[in-house]
């Protein structure tokens, strides 16, 4: 079956960085877009970005500058780059991509910006 699994979460002051991986196994990876999501406490999950299977990339406005997508299809692995971050970015982040069976979804790890 399909699995997602995120890693790289923490604690992190204001304006540090974070690096977010997101493993999946059970698809060709290759060839499937990825997205990034998250979710703050109280609110709605919310996309954060993502990458086309040809490296397309496409940002939410909030985070546009500091946050970049990548993958490397050898490693059946997704990353988040995350600078600059700001106390608003706290929230558990969420890697998804889209099957047959619909939307998958990883178990999500939780960033925490706090001074």
């Known amino acids: 079956q399909v699995q997602l699994v995120e890693s790289g979460g923490g604690l992190v002051q204001p304006g540090g960085s974070l690096r977010l991986s997101c493993v999946v196994s059970g698809i060709i990876f290759r060839f499937n877009g990825m997205g990034w999501y998250r979710q703050a406490p109280g609110k709605q999950r919310e996309w954060v970005a993502t990458?086309?299977?040809?490296?397309?990339?496409n940002y939410a406005d909030s985070v546009k500058g500091r946050f970049t997508a990548s993958r490397d299809n050898a490693k059946n692995t997704v990353y988040l780059q995350m600078n600059s971050l700001k106390f608003e970015d706290t929230a558990v982040y969420y890697c998804n991509t889209h099957t047959l069976q619909g939307p998958q979804w990883g178990q999500g790890t939780q960033v925490t910006v706090s001074s």
């Open positions: 990458i086309t299977s040809g490296g397309t990339t």
